[in-house]
């Protein structure tokens, strides 16, 4: 092992550990890694309002729901919305817009999902 290499961590994702945390006005986004072409965010819902813009970047995203339920719609009527659990995998597609939220609305507990990405 070299020397210079980062030691493995550990962030744990429902004690809302990462690098850095931004909070939106729909929901919280911690950075859990960036580096060697890929990032890593877990983000976490609860009483906020959906946001009403689509969300889409031009790289597949990886989606894995670690607590709670997700509704992911996505924008035109050919694609049906779903509903993830803990344990489910979305693989969005490149470009796909979508918007997603905690599922049911009036759930006590929080959604948190982990979206991995190609970094860019």
């Not at 989606?63 to 509704?71: A, C, D, F, W």
């Not at 694609?79 to 489910?88: F, I, Q, T």
């Amino acid at each position: 092992m070299r020397s210079d290499a980062e030691p493995p961590r550990v962030l744990r994702v429902l004690r809302q550990e990462a690098e850095e945390i931004k909070t939106t006005p729909f929901g919280s986004v911690g950075r859990i890694f960036r580096g060697e072409g890929i990032e890593a965010a877990w983000v976490r819902k609860q009483d906020e309002d959906i946001d009403p813009d689509w969300f889409s970047q031009a790289v597949v995203d990886l989606i894995v729901v670690v607590q709670g339920r997700l509704k992911v719609e996505f924008e035109g009527s050919d694609l049906s919305p779903c509903v993830l659990e803990p344990g489910d995998v979305l693989v969005l597609p490149a470009n796909t817009r979508c918007r997603a939220y905690r599922w049911p609305r009036d759930a006590k507990e929080a959604t948190v999902f982990v979206a991995v990405y190609p970094a860019g």
